[in-house]
């Protein structure tokens, strides 16, 4: 009896504070969608206006101060550098701005978080790849459409940057961001030592043949493995595979952090496969369990702590595999830790021409649905990426603190204290081609390639389609666990019988879904057309 | 007892030392194997990076460099600054969580309070249902307006109900004759609760502030989510950044560059742990005086 | 009748209210502390059930059941990793109790007021370390090429052995270092209740001729045990969750361990670290919940059937 009292007092209060509950948080709610619906129309109502008259500028008499976010932490001097592009900014578009940092650690828990409790703020970086994804960030309706703002406000930005990068911006046809307007290449090869190279006299790598040369000589002769790594060698391992195979292209569907999708070629791009299911793969995998009882990665390496780059650096690793602006971004490092020792990189997708251009969405700044400004903002942006002066301030810092031009090539000034110099903000969607420096910490080679690839690069075919994993969310978690386990052991030789384990993560893949995923992948693409397809 | 033999005598007397020998020795053994990591990270954090790259921690290193120390304490305003938060948030968090929790554990453990068993589920309740993470921070964000503030990092761990059991635990063990005496002397339940189940509850105090100056002294997780301003950064704050990385190296992976000749290296990574966890161990050794034995008695006779 | 009754149980609450007024105050502060900070945000938890869009709200996005759950259950893991979970947490809970135990006991009989001192402090020592500090001496310890276990094995003439290739060794070696992790912090309580007892029962009891290990058979242990239950039942509330730190840094992405080291926290982090879904991390926690809340409620009415001053509530 007692007890049948304290189950209706119970409920009772839990009916009660439910209530209030829904009341109290079916406000914000609707708060959050009349000012969706009141930015949006201010939006729709400035366009009107301005297309009306076209001449007529920006209302700018009224000072403003515009929060933007950015990935990193604060320097010391990221104040003074501040304070500069204020006082511009106060002179130019009547405007200030305050930067929020969400620092490395943090990003994966704090970055979304900034989107899901609907914080007021106006600007922020966002990615195609990022723990939430440009594209989700659109469909959710977080983002301020700047498509016809882009006319009217900023024809200067607009002209500046690419249409593929602006069409790799589009979500259903309307632009949410300012992609970059760097042009990047990321593709992956193996660094290595062209001291040892020389020293065993072998030849420079370009072939799986002449880096299993290289690979013997270390692993026999030296006292460290060539690919000292880590688990995340897995995936290293696995773009390696895609990159060096016919024409495979990697295809949206299993995020391309794990064991995704490929279409068979760039023009194929609706012909989606998993690589599993081929004889390829299970030549490689019969080929990683080799490589691996031959001693080419540490036989604990599944737990090991360092990665393969740290132990290079360490001089206790043969290489490490990376995309190209990690190699040569290391090259600083390397000339201080080991005076003398100069790296080679070995590309996988160059032989077979399947360098891609990086879309301008990995790299984009957006501004907030709940932006009060977003007009300022975006008029803020093209000051970044227009003018130099902007971009020298937001790039590299304060001229003769933060770095000196030397013969074209930046460089820290000699009196730099970093304890009150170290300055600079991670603001990589606003860099441009036309204003960049090499910095002297970078392998120059960096722009070798750049300038070879330019002529040669292909564009990804699914620039402008973005994936809606809504309906298969599921079968992905699913796949993602088959892959962190068998397939993370199978492309590190880590099973007992290579061929049979390639059987089971067959039958484990086709268990959690991936013959949904893939329906799923080529009915959203049925309704996509490439943009440069033909040209 | 008059009847106990001297043989008795010895006997209680040799069972006694071999118990004494068992407990000096597991004891001390177990000391040893929970001082050797903590041993490893101070000599690691004179070790160079270079030798813990490619040798691994040691407790013996070949060579002793001050250079992470040297690091760390280049620029102590920041490391002085939140040295102060923490404090802060400990002292105050203690303080006001020992008052209301011990009330609390004194309400639930008065017999004559009716619905204190409801009281208690309603308490436990919340350790086991949470709204998550985004209800959370919309409530400490938006209703509360807490973000950049002290209080986020306070508020959240001020109350735990958890705490609350471990005070009405001990204070279970204070007779209830005591209490009805006093009411006979026409003491009200707060003058009860504030001159005499206070006192005798030193231990019990002792114990749970303890664990809260503990909790607040590591608290990370609040200040990563709500503090924005460097110079409100707890001291834990700044060793979860420093030894945490793998999120930097998924950032790497998918394209972004960052400078790793920036990040921290191990041997920072350890002074900093030597540095952050230093000071609040010698609080435990502080608070033992407070476990005072036979309270109880020497109130009931006075 | 219903009515009735709410009205007259209505009307014996204030009543209740009157008469205990400075008791209800004094509860009043934690009673409110609780309702802001964890009452309010508690339907929250309905996200578990929806497909959530962050500009409808939690309350505003689609209905779906138990879609989000699915996934538990898509690979057949669900029996294991719940299996796994609640071996773990058992041992970790019974054999971690009775450590503790012992220790502050064996402390207790310590009478060198520096070496109890120092040793208590000592043993506190390993709540502080991280985590991700702990996975990386364990990587010392027993990596195959330069761990200090091998480098004992083969200086003794032994084969090196393959630490990080065996399932089975590392559940001693997790269950090993949570209890090295834990104890020094949960032996406090112990030994607080220990210094808290009645010196003249052990005096009383010397008299009479018990030695020591009566003395801790008859008077100690069964002083503990309500301490002990307290301990226990609120650790069944969390038998499907927790120690992901711990499990994280010492197994990591090493799969080949993952067969006896694999728990529900590891394994959803697993699978949605690449697909960000607070949805679906919302079931999961609602699935630990309601697992640990039946377990309570059942432990709890079967202990207040026994001995009723030992319930939680």
Not at chain 2, 169 to 186: Q, R
Request: proline share 4%; glycine share 6%.
């Amino acid at each position: 009896m007692n007890n049948y009292k304290k189950m209706l007092i119970l409920i009772l209060v839990m009916t009660f504070i439910v209530a209030t509950l829904a009341g109290c948080t079916g406000k914000p709610n609707n708060e959050s969608t009349t000012s969706e619906n009141t930015s949006s129309d201010g939006t729709s109502k400035n366009s009107t206006n301005a297309s009306s008259d076209n001449t007529s500028k920006v209302d700018t008499s009224k000072e403003v101060h515009l929060i933007y976010y950015l990935w990193g932490s604060e320097g010391p001097a990221n104040r003074d550098i501040l304070n500069e592009i204020n006082k511009k900014l106060k002179a130019d578009i009547n405007a200030t701005i305050e930067v929020k940092y969400i620092d490395w650690p943090d990003v994966a828990t704090k970055y979304p978080l900034l989107f899901a409790s609907g914080e007021q703020f106006d600007m922020a970086h966002a990615s195609s790849n990022a723990v939430i994804s440009y594209f989700t960030l659109a469909a959710q309706g977080s983002l301020t459409d700047i498509t016809d703002m882009l006319d009217t406000v900023v024809p200067k930005l607009k002209a500046e940057i690419p249409k593929e990068s602006w069409k790799s911006a589009e979500y259903k046809g309307r632009i949410y961001g300012v992609p970059t307007a760097y042009t990047e290449f990321t593709p992956y090869g193996y660094v290595y030592r062209r001291d040892l190279k020389e020293k065993y006299g072998l030849d420079e790598i370009n072939s799986i043949e002449t880096m299993e040369a290289y690979m013997d000589a270390i692993a026999k002769n030296e006292s460290f493995p060539p690919l000292n790594g880590n688990s995340s060698d897995a995936q290293n391992l696995y773009r390696m595979f895609v990159d060096l195979t016919g024409s495979w292209i990697e295809a949206p569907g299993i995020p391309l952090s794990e064991m995704h999708l490929v279409a068979v070629s760039p023009e194929k791009y609706d012909d989606i496969i998993h690589p599993a299911f081929t004889k390829e793969f299970e030549d490689w995998a019969v080929m990683m369990h080799e490589w691996s009882s031959k001693g080419y990665w540490p036989k604990d390496i599944l737990s090991a702590q360092q990665n393969a780059k740290t132990n290079f650096n360490n001089g206790i690793s043969g290489g490490f595999i990376t995309h190209m602006p990690d190699w040569t971004g290391n090259y600083g490092t390397v000339k201080k830790n080991m005076p003398g020792v100069e790296t080679d990189f070995w590309c996988f997708a160059e032989k077979n021409g399947k360098i891609k251009r990086k879309l301008g969405v990995e790299n984009i700044t957006i501004i907030s649905a709940n932006s009060k400004n977003p007009e300022r903002a975006l008029m803020a942006i093209e000051k970044f990426m227009t003018e130099e002066e902007y971009y020298r301030l937001i790039q590299y810092g304060i001229e003769g603190r933060q770095y000196e031009i030397v013969d074209g090539i930046a460089r820290k000034p000699e009196k730099f204290n970093p304890d009150v110099d170290a300055g600079g903000f991670a603001a990589w969607a606003l860099r441009n081609d036309r204003f960049n420096i090499p910095y002297d910490t970078e392998d120059p080679r960096r722009y070798e390639l750049i300038k070879k690839w330019s002529k040669v690069a292909i564009d990804n075919p699914y620039v402008g389609f973005s994936f809606d994993s809504t309906s298969i969310s599921s079968e992905l978690a699913a796949i993602a666990n088959v892959n962190s386990q068998l397939g993370v052991q199978i492309m590190l030789g880590k099973t007992a019988d290579p061929k049979k384990a390639v059987e089971e993560y067959r039958n484990q893949l086709k268990q959690a879904g991936i013959e949904k995923v893939i329906e799923e992948v080529k009915r959203q693409l049925k309704d996509f057309t490439p943009i440069n397809i033909g040209n | 007892m008059f009847y106990k033999t001297k043989n008795n005598v010895i006997r209680q007397g040799l069972s006694d030392n071999l118990l004494k020998i068992i407990c000096y020795t597991s004891v001390g053994l177990f000391a040893l194997i929970c001082l050797f990591p903590f041993a490893l990270m101070i000599t690691s954090s004179f070790m160079s990076e270079k030798e813990i790259v490619t040798e691994g921690y040691k407790l013996f290193p070949k060579k002793f460099t001050v250079s992470a120390y040297k690091f760390l304490l280049s620029n102590p305003q920041k490391l002085v600054n939140a040295y102060k938060i923490t404090i802060f948030n400990t002292v105050v968090g203690t303080t006001v969580g020992l008052f209301l929790m011990s009330m609390a554990g004194y309400v639930l453990n008065r017999k004559d309070f009716k619905y204190r068993n409801f009281f208690a589920f309603f308490i436990y309740f919340t350790t086991l249902f949470s709204g998550g993470l985004i209800p959370r921070y919309i409530l400490m964000v938006k209703y509360l307006g807490l973000k950049d503030n002290i209080l986020a990092m306070i508020l959240p761990n001020v109350i735990s109900a958890w705490y609350i059991f471990l005070m009405r635990n001990f204070m279970k063990s204070i007779p209830d004759s005591l209490y009805e005496s006093a009411t006979i002397d026409g003491a009200g339940v707060f003058r009860i609760y504030w001159q005499i189940v206070l006192p005798l509850s030193i231990p019990a105090l002792a114990t749970v502030g303890l664990f809260l100056a503990l909790g607040f002294w590591n608290e990370w997780y609040n200040a990563m989510l709500y503090i924005e301003s460097p110079s409100k950064f707890p001291l834990q704050y700044f060793l979860q950044k420093t030894i945490n990385q793998t999120n930097v190296q998924i950032l790497i992976n998918q394209g972004v560059m960052i400078d790793i000749s920036e990040l921290p290296t191990q041997s920072i990574k350890m002074a900093t742990a030597v540095v952050a966890t230093g000071p609040i161990i010698f609080l435990y050794p502080f608070v033992q005086r407070y476990f005072i034995k036979g309270l109880t008695i020497g109130a009931i006779k006075g | 009748m219903l009515q009735i009754n709410s009205h007259n149980k209505l009307m014996s609450m204030s009543r209740e209210i009157r008469k205990n007024k400075v008791l209800f105050l004094m509860l009043l502060p934690t009673v409110v502390y609780f309702i802001i900070f964890h009452y309010i945000p508690m339907p929250g938890a309905y996200v578990a059930f929806v497909d959530y869009n962050v500009n409808k709200g939690i309350f505003g996005s689609k209905f779906v059941g138990l879609k989000n759950f699915q996934f538990l259950v898509q690979n057949g893991d669900l029996w294991r990793i719940t299996r796994n979970t609640l071996l773990y947490n058992f041992v970790f809970l019974v054999l971690g109790n009775i450590v503790q135990i012992a220790f502050a006991v064996m402390l207790s009989e310590i009478g060198s007021k520096w070496f109890k001192k120092i040793t208590q402090s000592i043993i506190l020592l390993p709540h502080f370390i991280s985590m991700v500090i702990v996975g990386v001496f364990a990587y010392n310890l027993f990596n195959y090429d330069y761990g200090f276990a091998n480098m004992v094995l083969t200086s003794l003439g032994f084969e090196r052995y393959e630490f990080y290739s065996d399932p089975y060794i590392w559940k001693y070696i997790i269950v090993f270092f949570k209890i090295w992790s834990s104890t020094g912090y949960n032996m406090i309580v112990y030994l607080s209740v220990i210094t808290g007892i009645n010196p003249e029962i052990y005096e009383s009891a010397y008299i009479d001729g018990a030695n020591s290990w009566k003395k801790i058979r008859y008077i100690t242990l069964p002083m503990l045990k309500p301490t002990f239950v307290l301990l226990f039942l609120f650790g069944l509330g969390g038998m499907l969750r927790g120690s992901f730190e711990l499990f994280y840094n010492l197994i990591g992405n090493n799969s080949v361990l993952f067969p006896q080291t694999d728990i529900i926290d590891t394994y959803v982090f697993r699978s949605l670290v690449g697909t960000f879904n607070f949805s679906m991390g919302a079931a999961v926690g609602f699935y630990q919940s309601v697992f640990g809340f039946i377990l309570v409620l059942t432990v709890n009415a079967i202990v207040r059937k026994i001995e009723p001053e030992y319930a939680l509530f």
